[in-house]
């Protein structure tokens, strides 16, 4: 880590009315749990220049940015509301009062007002160091192609690197959490080349949330179909965030048109992601790469060197690695197979020479998770069985001695419960925790003994009720409890020596893990993509047939006119009750941007004191607010790189910002920019 030569300080968690425009809140549109530590850090001067770095502590993504924003900070707003984030990190002097009791920073008072359920943590301004900042950018980032361009990107970006400073020191403080050198996957975000949705708007289209809680009437509910975690997550950022390159976009399209033409590419894709699927990578990753410095490693068994718990949490990372690695290679070929430039690319990135050099380590030095002792692996039990076998033999042939003993007692351990339940003819069954480390404890139901006048056995000691079953011990068995334990302490010792050296060999190549997650992730959503244009799986309503549905998912094109023809609200087919949905086109170009949308005229031949009234309500109930939610909706789905529902779909490129100059889609007169 860089040196600060700076003290540890203490950390305390810690609007007047402005003329900024109203937006909603992040509850509805960015309701998922957040997981990011985000810092930031304003320039002084008139220009409003604002860094952020935010790092996300469960998948080790670092992403960088640094934008010239405005009085309103939109651009800023924007790109925190993409993250999800636990907590904002702010110099203290941004928490400064004026006379009139007001706070300085206009910044610090928008973020409250944003994002009221976040902490805004006041972090000491000597801990916003951008020359150390840059420092830990080139120790952390992993040693790839990337990394000679980002280190070029965030050298002079001054505000960005006081952040990323502020953002490690604040997690070395607060979380007691280093990183390895180059074992983070930094990235430094432009602006361009993405659009921005505003918290209100991604609300209003229901990109992410329903407003009526319910997951398949979100954009993102009926979308995803993923298989992997980092899949899903890559889903929902590229709907909050989709793309503006039109080459990237084609790129997925054609990616996606490939697996819709191709059964057998689809099903082979399919399958072999089936392989990879139980075990999030992002998080396997982030654990491989974070150091514990308090020495609390949360192993589930409660040993006491340090050491042998970094063993046991090693060799549990290293087991679920080996999982992900043996299926690997499936991935790559299939996804090589097929014509698409962007598949095959996936598959080279999965079938990288550093994976199967990680793949020849794990097999020199570990056993295949399926080799071990069956007998005992049961519950708990197996988790702990599987660490103990896993390291290979011949690494030292201490390890032999040690298992043959930590086998012999588990064998004794059953025959005494065996033993104990034909003494006593009762179904006492042996049940393994994990606390204390490791034991194992007797289980009785309670019913065999409500009867009145049964007398427990005085050496039956411990006894707990959980539920309708009684848990107990005796002398015996702890005795047998300790000599296991200890064995598997000496197994552990004698096998952390090898662990740490095939950890050394995996962390050295771990960009490698980070480039097929990536890889992985990307592949799961357009899988997601064909699927939806393969089932037309947007509802069957009004007697519409499958057949007829896939006829109308097309994929879109870009050119400089928005026109759509017989396009769907892609959510509304879901919603059974909404009866038989109308197809609606649209047409925007250069000399048309601007249109008025207004409800069906109708005349009445009533008193004139309630014809006004009446006329608004049928004008509000005519489908104008589900017309304007339909076009953003398809826009973002087309910039993502799916197809869209419609009979043809074309979009114009160069949108920065989808926003909407409204709080309520429901008063019709607001519009929503789209051109």
């Known amino acids: 880590m860089p040196r600060t030569g700076l003290s540890r300080p203490d950390t305390a968690r810690s609007r007047v009315s402005t003329a900024r425009p109203g937006t909603s809140r992040a509850s509805s549109s960015r309701a998922t749990a957040g997981t990011w530590v985000v810092a930031i850090s304003e320039g002084r001067n008139v220009g409003r220049e604002v860094g952020i770095a935010a790092v996300d502590r469960e998948t080790g993504r670092v992403i960088i940015t640094q934008v010239a924003d405005c009085q309103t900070y939109v651009k800023t707003l924007l790109h925190l509301s993409v993250h999800s984030p636990a907590v904002i990190v702010a110099p203290d002097t941004f928490f400064a009062k004026s006379s009139d009791g007001k706070l300085r920073s206009i910044l610090v008072e928008y973020i409250n007002e944003e994002f009221p359920a976040v902490p805004l943590q006041q972090f000491p301004r000597r801990f916003f160091n951008g020359q150390i900042g840059e420092e830990f950018v080139a120790q952390l980032s992993l040693q790839d192609q990337e990394r000679a361009a980002l280190l070029v990107s965030v050298h002079d970006r001054y505000y960005a690197l006081q952040a990323v400073c502020a953002v490690f020191k604040f997690i070395e403080i607060s979380f007691s959490t280093i990183y390895a050198h180059h074992t983070l996957s930094i990235k430094y975000h432009a602006v361009e080349g993405s659009m921005m949705i505003d918290t209100d708007t991604a609300c209003n289209l229901e990109l992410v949330d329903s407003i009526s809680r319910q997951k398949a009437h979100s954009l993102f509910g009926l979308l995803n179909s993923t298989l992997t975690p980092q899949g899903s997550r890559l889903l929902r950022t590229s709907l909050l965030s989709p793309l503006t390159s039109q080459s990237a976009i084609e790129a997925r399209l054609d990616a996606v048109a490939n697996l819709v033409q191709s059964d057998e590419h689809y099903n082979s894709i399919h399958n072999a992601i089936k392989g990879v699927q139980k075990i999030d990578m992002d998080k396997l990753i982030v654990r491989l790469a974070a150091i514990d410095k308090s020495g609390e490693i949360s192993s589930g068994v409660g040993l006491e060197s340090i050491a042998v718990k970094t063993a046991y949490e090693r060799l549990g990372q290293l087991l679920d690695l080996q999982k992900v690695i043996k299926n690997l290679p499936v991935v790559a070929h299939a996804a090589s197979e097929t014509q698409a430039r962007l598949l095959r690319i996936i598959g080279e990135l999965v079938l990288d020479p550093r994976i199967?050099?990680?793949?020849?380590?794990?097999?020199?030095?570990?056993?295949?998770?399926?080799?071990?002792?069956?007998?005992?692996?049961?519950?708990?039990?197996?988790?702990?069985?599987?660490?103990?076998?896993?390291?290979?033999?011949?690494?030292?042939?201490?390890?032999?001695?040690?298992?043959?003993?930590?086998?012999?007692?588990?064998?004794?351990?059953?025959?005494?419960?065996?033993?104990?339940?034909?003494?006593?003819?009762?179904?006492?069954?042996?049940?393994?925790?994990?606390?204390?480390?490791?034991?194992?404890?007797?289980?009785?139901?309670?019913?065999?003994?409500?009867?009145?006048?049964?007398?427990?056995?005085?050496?039956?000691?411990?006894?707990?009720?959980?539920?309708?079953?009684?848990?107990?011990?005796?002398?015996?068995?702890?005795?047998?409890?300790?000599?296991?334990?200890?064995?598997?302490?000496?197994?552990?010792?004698?096998?952390?020596?090898?662990?740490?050296?095939?950890?050394?060999?995996?962390?050295?190549?771990?960009?490698?893990?980070?480039?097929?997650?990536?890889?992985?992730?990307?592949?799961?959503?357009l899988l997601c993509f064909a699927r939806r244009a393969l089932d037309g799986d947007y509802g069957m309503i009004g007697g519409w047939t499958n057949e007829l549905m896939n006829d109308f998912l097309v994929r879109p094109e870009f050119t400089g006119t928005l026109a759509i023809k017989s396009g769907r609200h892609p959510m509304l087919e879901t919603i059974q009750a909404a009866g038989r949905t109308v197809a609606n086109d649209v047409y925007a170009s250069d000399s048309s941007r601007f249109q008025i949308i207004q409800g069906p005229k109708y005349s009445f031949y009533i008193y004139s004191m309630f014809l006004t009234v009446l006329k608004a309500i049928i004008s509000s109930m005519s489908g104008k607010s589900t017309y304007i939610r339909q076009i953003g909706l398809l826009s973002v789905m087309a910039s993502c790189g799916s197809f869209v529902p419609a009979g043809y779909a074309s979009f114009k490129l160069g949108l920065q910002t989808l926003g909407a100059s409204f709080n309520n889609l429901r008063r019709f007169t607001d519009s929503m920019m789209l051109c």
């Open 356 to 525: 199967t050099e990680i793949r020849q380590v794990i097999e020199r030095h570990l056993n295949d998770t399926s080799i071990g002792p069956k007998r005992g692996s049961v519950g708990a039990l197996s988790t702990v069985t599987a660490r103990v076998y896993a390291v290979k033999a011949e690494a030292n042939p201490l390890l032999d001695v040690a298992r043959a003993s930590y086998k012999e007692n588990v064998h004794d351990i059953f025959d005494l419960g065996k033993a104990v339940a034909e003494k006593y003819e009762l179904p006492i069954e042996l049940v393994y925790q994990q606390e204390n480390g490791g034991s194992f404890v007797f289980c009785l139901s309670r019913t065999p003994i409500d009867a009145s006048g049964w007398q427990w056995p005085k050496e039956w000691v411990d006894k707990v009720q959980k539920k309708k079953k009684w848990m107990f011990s005796t002398l015996e068995l702890k005795k047998l409890n300790g000599r296991m334990r200890e064995m598997l302490y000496e197994t552990l010792t004698i096998s952390a020596t090898i662990v740490h050296e095939v950890f050394t060999q995996i962390v050295s190549r771990i960009s490698a893990l980070y480039k097929a997650s990536e890889a992985i992730a990307l592949l799961d959503v």
